[in-house]
C-alpha cells in the first residue's frame, strides 16, 4: 500500500466515524480530492486507489492534467471538479473540460460558462460561492444574494444547478466554523425545496471536515490529507 492509497483509507475511515456520529449514513458525503500543485503522478495513484472525483484551482495546471489523461480508457471515470477563482478569459476551457464548477459568483460567468459548454458534453454542474463569513479576503456572494442567482442559473440550459460551495471562517474557534455551516444547511434545505436538481453541500476541509459533516455536508474536499503539503512555485 502506498501513501496516497493509505491516506485517503484513513481519511475514508474519518468520514464514515464522523458520519455516524452525526447520525448519517458514510455514504451521504463524497469525498473531492484536491490535487491542484500536484503533479500528475498523485493524482494517478490516487485514482488507481479508488478515488475518482478531483479537485483544481489553476485552469492552465488543471487542463495539463485533464489532457494528459484524457485519452487514457483505463482513467475514464475521473471526474474534474474546478474550486477556485475563475477569470472570465479562463471560462472557455472550464467550460470545455470540466464537469463541475463549485465557485459561481456572478451572472457573467455563469451566462460565459453556458454559452461556452461544448453541445456535445452534458450540462456544467456548478455551485453557488457563499461567503457566509463575510470576510473581504474570501470570493462568493452573500446569503440573501443566494435565489436570485440560482433562479438565473436555473434557466440557462447547458448548466444545471446542483447546490452551494463555501469556505467557513478561518478561526481555530470550532463554535464559528459551526455557526457558518449551519447557515449554509439553511440555505441549502431552502434551495432543495426549490429546485429538484439541488443535492450537493460542499463544505469541509481537512482541519473543519468533523464540523462540516454534523452539519450536513454533502461533499468534502480534502487536499493536504490525501497528498501531503502543497506546494506552489
Not at 46 to 60: D, H, I, K, T
Not at 113 to 119: F, G, S, V
Not at 136 to 157: H, R, Y
Not at 182 to 206: A, C, E, I
Amino acid at each position: 500500500m502506498n501513501d496516497i492509497e493509505s491516506r485517503l483509507l484513513a481519511i475514508k475511515e474519518q468520514i464514515a466515524t464522523h458520519a455516524r456520529l452525526a447520525g448519517r449514513q458514510p455514504n451521504e458525503i463524497q469525498l473531492l480530492a484536491v490535487s491542484k500543485t500536484k503533479p500528475l503522478e498523485a493524482i494517478q495513484a490516487a485514482y488507481q486507489s479508488g478515488q475518482r472525483l478531483f479537485g483544481e484551482s489553476y485552469v492552465q495546471e488543471a487542463i495539463t492534467k485533464i489532457q494528459c489523461l484524457k485519452n487514457l480508457p483505463e482513467y475514464a471515470g475521473i471526474e474534474w471538479h474546478f474550486i477556485g477563482p475563475l477569470q472570465s478569459n479562463k471560462t472557455k476551457l472550464v467550460a470545455e473540460h470540466f464537469d463541475w464548477v463549485h465557485s459561481i459568483d456572478r451572472e457573467k460567468t455563469a451566462q460565459r460558462l453556458n454559452d461556452q459548454r461544448p453541445e456535445t458534453s452534458s450540462p456544467l454542474n456548478v455551485c453557488l460561492q457563499i461567503n457566509i463569513s463575510g470576510e473581504q479576503t474570501k470570493s462568493g456572494i452573500n446569503a440573501d444574494e443566494v435565489f436570485g442567482l440560482a433562479g438565473i442559473i436555473n434557466n440557462f440550459p447547458r448548466l444545471k444547478l446542483r447546490g452551494l460551495m463555501t469556505i467557513a471562517e478561518n478561526t481555530a474557534d470550532m463554535n464559528v466554523v459551526r455557526e457558518n455551516f449551519l447557515q449554509m444547511q439553511t440555505l441549502f434545505n431552502r434551495l432543495k425545496t426549490q429546485y429538484s436538481s439541488v443535492d450537493t453541500l460542499s463544505m469541509g476541509m481537512t482541519d473543519d471536515m468533523a464540523v462540516a459533516i454534523g452539519c450536513g455536508s454533502t461533499m468534502v474536499r480534502i487536499g493536504t490529507a490525501i497528498f501531503g503539503s502543497r506546494e506552489y512555485k
